[in-house]
Structure formats: structure tokens, C-alpha cells
């Protein structure tokens, strides 16, 4: 079974700085993938970024940066500059490696919510 | 990029009746979606994968009988809360995943089901 452990208590950032959301991961499966969606007041869910747990590199996606420390089952997201419109609920999720043909069903974390001051 | 269409984005029912929500790829086919749900400041629970041309697979807890999915198109599954009660007022989520290589899931933007 995967499990995904976000405790960090609400989260608060000033402007212009950086953050970073912690999650950590288990998982008896050899590869997996591991998600993280934005969740703004509206209820929508935004996808950020994807990191493949045999990618060699932490993923980057313009200001999100994945922190992917294999060995510790972490993978916390570095949101860089912080604007006001990053204020939402940040959800780790993890699932299977994203490729063609691949089940794509994702357990969710309990979610973090990020907080961006003036 | 892949888009996901849900409707209603929000309905209120009374308690007894049924409601029905559409989930929609606009720009891609979808073989398999996703049925979550999501209660205030809580994540979101899987509640069922939607199969094209096949019978949904429903998550240990999930009344199939209550939840009715289908899937009768590549671009549209339909979930159905039947005999709705106030414990499912709820926030329902699909989703479906891009073709390709590397695509992520792509989401909804959700329908809030009030019943009162």
C-alpha cells in the first residue's frame, strides 16, 4: 500500500521569499511517481509538478522545484518568490511512474495549507 | 494541454432524489477516470476508477449501489448519487489522465453537492 504523510501545520510565507512543503512517502512498489497539485479556494486541482522515482534529476517547473531525496522517501516542494495567488492548499500525491498505458489512479496526502503575506 | 470538464460545478438536492455529474476530456481520450471525493479541509478519497465499456471499480467502503458510474464513452463518465442524503453533501472530483508519454492527471474543477 503507498502512504503519504504531509504534517506541517498551516504554512506562512512572506512575499518574494521561498517555501518549502514538506512530504514524505512510503511504498514497497520499485517505481512509483510522485505528484504535487495546488488546490486555490475554488476547489480546482492544478497540477505542478511530476517527479519519476528513477529520474535522475529533481524536477523543476519554472518556480516549483521538487526536492526529491530518494533515500528518506521525501519529496518536498521549494515554491521560489512567492506571490499572493500561491496562497492555497498544496497536495502531495504519489501513483504509478506516468507513462503511456500506465494506471494513473493517485493517493492524496492530507494536504498543506500555504499561507502568502504582503 | 489536456482539459477535464465537470458539470454542474454545484447543485443542491433534496434528500431522496438523485443527482448525476458529467466528467468530460475535452481534448483527449480517456480509457480510465477517476471519481474522488472531497470533504472541507480534508484530501481527497478515491472512490471509484471509471472504466470505458466496462464496469467500474469501486474502493473498499464505496456503495457501487449508491455511486453509479459509467462510462459509455471514451470522453465522458457519469457519476450518479442516487436516493442522495445530507451525509453526501460533498465535494465530487474527477479526473483522467493525458495520452503520452509524461502526461500528469488532469482534474475537474469539481462539483459541490449540497443536500439538504
Known amino acids: 500500500a503507498q502512504k503519504i504523510t504531509q504534517t506541517q501545520p498551516g504554512m506562512f510565507v512572506q512575499e518574494k521569499e521561498a517555501v518549502t512543503l514538506d512530504c514524505t512517502y512510503d511504498?514497497?512498489?520499485?517505481?512509483?511517481?510522485l505528484f504535487w497539485y495546488k488546490q486555490p479556494s475554488s476547489g480546482e486541482m492544478i497540477f505542478l509538478i511530476y517527479q519519476g522515482s528513477y529520474d535522475q534529476q529533481n524536477a523543476t517547473e519554472g518556480r516549483y522545484s521538487l526536492n526529491f531525496q530518494k533515500a528518506r522517501k521525501s519529496a518536498n516542494l521549494v515554491i521560489s518568490a512567492s506571490q499572493l495567488g500561491d496562497s492555497a492548499m498544496y497536495f502531495c500525491a504519489m501513483g504509478e511512474v506516468v507513462r503511456s498505458g500506465a494506471n494513473s489512479k493517485l493517493t492524496f496526502g492530507k494536504g498543506i495549507t500555504l499561507s502568502v503575506r504582503p | 494541454g489536456a482539459v477535464v470538464s465537470q458539470h454542474p460545478s454545484w447543485v443542491i438536492c433534496k434528500s431522496g432524489t438523485s443527482v448525476k455529474i458529467e466528467c468530460r476530456s475535452l481534448?483527449?481520450?480517456?480509457?480510465?477516470m477517476f471519481w474522488y471525493r472531497q470533504f472541507p479541509k480534508q484530501s481527497l478519497m478515491l472512490m471509484a476508477t471509471s472504466n470505458e465499456g466496462s464496469k467500474a471499480t469501486y474502493e473498499q467502503g464505496v456503495e457501487k449501489d449508491k455511486f453509479l458510474i459509467n462510462h459509455a464513452s471514451l470522453t465522458l463518465s457519469t457519476l450518479t448519487v442516487t436516493s442522495a442524503h445530507p451525509e453526501d453533501s460533498s465535494f465530487y472530483i474527477c479526473?483522467?489522465?493525458?495520452?503520452?508519454?509524461?502526461?500528469?492527471?488532469?482534474f475537474g474543477n469539481g462539483t459541490r453537492l449540497t443536500v439538504t
Open positions: 511504498t514497497s512498489d520499485p517505481s512509483y511517481g
Open positions: 481534448d483527449f481520450q480517456a480509457t480510465t
Open positions: 479526473s483522467a489522465r493525458g495520452q503520452g508519454e509524461g502526461s500528469p492527471l488532469h
